[in-house]
């Protein structure tokens, strides 16, 4: 079936070190893919998505490219700040992406940042 | 306000007795889902509905049920808590071309 797999945390980082959190996944047809944010005591936020291979995805200076050769979804940003100290969830939609469609998430088991100054 | 509200944000009760959570949302989204996190686990899929007239079981649904009694309302139950359902609780909305917008969590302790 449908599967996230991502790097194990916790990750910590001192402040303006580059960030790399990777992501692949296993999935039949052409799923979408997203990562989403939680910071502490709160929800999942939608950090950014890409849609089909090749996309880059971007948000308040995070990035990541869909790669179907790799079936990866790395998460990178050049510079971290304290303030991304969170969970970093990577996930995929589970079924085709037709016309915008998107079917039910299944998510990676998180990775959690820490920045400390 | 926020798009999705979660009541109540903390809940401990004891074994056997029967839980609703409760989720509105005011973002007019057709779909609504019920997560469970737990550490280390990410987030698992509980119960999701399409619409009003559809429900639909998730990978984790023993042990719970949902009501969807309007658009905006989805409610999830333990009809009897037991303590390996202590867990953070999400309820999310989703629409076609629209990404999932997340409620603030719901923290249940069985004891």
Redesign the interface.
Known sequence: GNSVTQMEGPVTLSEEAFLTINCTYTATGYPSL?W?VQYP??????LL?ATKADDKGSNKGFEATYRKETTSFHLEKGSVQVSDSAVY?CALSDRMNYG???G??I????TKLSVKP | DADVTQTPRNRITKTGKRIMLECSQTKGHDRMYWYRQDPGLGLQLIYYSFDVKDINKGEISDGYSVSRQAQAKFSLSLESAIPNQTALYFCATSDVGAGYTFGSGTRLTVV
């Open positions: 997203f989403y005591g709160e929800g999942l936020q939608l998505k969830f915008g469609s998107q039910n998430l998510f990676g088991k998180g």
